[in-house]
């Protein structure tokens, strides 16, 4: 099994997590780290749309949290089949905390590959 293979494996795993009450829109994120460790998240939402989590966010504090260095790739995945592209809010999140991390869009149709830049060009930083 390639990486990519097994991030997206891992991805699908934690779509089973996910507490998607009010939009029924599940996201499993899988992140490897620089040191080839593997970290899962899915979406959390909340009658206060506000405390609301994305999986993206999730993914990535749970790898930093435990003492990663840097994210080397991203995996995402939704309950729908499709591609599902990180909001804006994640984006801008991922350039912070995962800038050189490849991004990979899983759908029932492949998978595409992105780099932060292509999908949040000007983006706004320090």
Known sequence: MTPVEVLLQEARKAL??????????RVGVAVEGTSGRIYRGCNFENP???????????????????????IRSIMIVSSEGGYCSPCGSCR?????FSPKAAIYLASDKG????????????????
């Open 48 to 70: 206060s749309l506000m405390m609301s989590i994305c999986a993206e966010k999730v993914a990535i504090l749970k790898a930093l949290s435990e003492g990663e260095e840097g």
């Open 111 to 126: 998978i595409k590959k992105y780099s932060i830049q292509e999908l949040l060009p000007h983006a706004f930083q320090k």
């Open 92 to 96: 801008q999140f991922i350039l912070e």
């Open 16 to 25: 089973q997590f996910s507490r998607a009450p009010y939009s029924k829109f």
